[in-house]
């Protein structure tokens, strides 16, 4: 009965949909879906995407092995909530001991409370109404601090990331979801150099320097309150970056940190790009063709041994299937020796062929020598320490 009176309180239509485990109540998606598969959040009373279902899963099956490998009290924090959905799959489905939920919008507010009734989890899920900054800051101090914070607004989360990091206990997790791609992968240049500090320009491996912008922005909010990070995982979509990270206090941590910013020196072929190694900017000279791309965060962007324990030891192997799985599959594929890669998509259109087998030409370059994989990054890269020239030789000879 509690529920049926809450929902009253809500002067939106409603649907209710199932996400894992979890019973929701949400806005009706003709408020907000333009076509099937494209939701407007500017349209919606509240938000709730369905197609973003994967990007919460990820976060589910790391909270899923983080409570295998803790017996403590672990406690959540999601600053900006939107219909719950995230929170209350981690205590319905990871088995965490309790959430703060907190949207600084009124319909978002009432419909957490709804949910939360919906799913009986009053006293273990706690909702909250106020800015996203603030709601960080409240859980700054120690015995307030979160074993793991979401920050997932609608754009860029810059504005978020110093009062995010210090809300994260030592050791505990940060995940940030950016959908401002444009920006990250170098597409509105000027837009990336105000929010995110970098001369950036789209290359055919722009996912790669869109995760790496955005560990860029959370390493050096990191360092200013101290604190160092390390990246578990990194995905990129046409829609959305998502990073998850470890969070290290101490000043050691802060430093090795920052120290993995770089540049990436890139030389230009016509349209396209090759990676030629990373440089400090005081280091860098110049030469014919060769420019500068960054700042970049240069370390590994993920974590293999998190990876295998995600896929060999959670219980619920549907958060396995489909995308997420393949995922898994190719970051554990990426051997991450090089920073940037070649798309052959890409590389193909501009010599005016038929885009080759990567699985082959992988074959081909290590039988001539060269260390090649692919890239977990994109689906269309390949990493390899061969230069373009060997690359398009192997290419055409296919």
Known sequence: MQCQSSLRKLDFETVTVVEGKAELIVPKPDYYRV??????????????????????????AIASVVRMENNRRLVFGDSMAGVGVRSIR????????????????????????????????IGRAHPSMID??????????????????????FGTPVKFLDTGIRAVKHGGLISITATDTANLFGVQRRAAKILYGVDIFK???????????????????????????????????RHYVKIIARVLKGRKHAFQTISKIKFLK?????????????????????????????????????????????????????LLEGKIFKIFNSLLSDDQKTVGSFDLIGLSSSLRISPPSARIVIEKLFESGFRACRSGLDPNCIRTDAELEDLVKIIKNL
């Open 266 to 318: 890139v030389r230009k072929i016509g349209d396209f790009y090759e990676p030629r190694g990373l440089v400090d900017a005081s280091d860098f000279k110049v030469e014919d063709s060769c420019i500068i791309l960054g700042p970049l965060y240069a370390g590994e962007v993920f974590s293999k041994s998190w990876i295998e324990k995600i896929v060999s030891n959670i219980d619920d192997k549907k």
């Open 35 to 60: 076509s099937p598969n494209e939701y407007v959040p500017s349209k919606a009373p509240v938000f709730y995407n369905p197609l973003m279902k994967e990007n919460r899963d990820l976060t589910i």
């Open 132 to 153: 996203a900054n603030l709601f960080h800051i409240e859980h700054s101090s120690a015995g307030t601090r979160f074993d793991m914070l979401d920050i997932d607004p």
């Open 90 to 121: 981690i205590l319905v489905e990871s088995g965490w001991d309790e959430a703060y939920v907190n949207d600084s919008s009124e319909k978002a507010f009432a419909n957490i409370i709804v949910n939360i009734e919906k799913n009986n989890l």
């Open 203 to 237: 290359t055919g491996f722009m996912r790669e320097v869109g995760i790496r912008v955005l560990l860029k922005a959370l390493s050096e909010a990191a360092a200013r309150n101290e604190r160092g990070i390390e990246p578990i995982v990194s995905i990129a979509s």
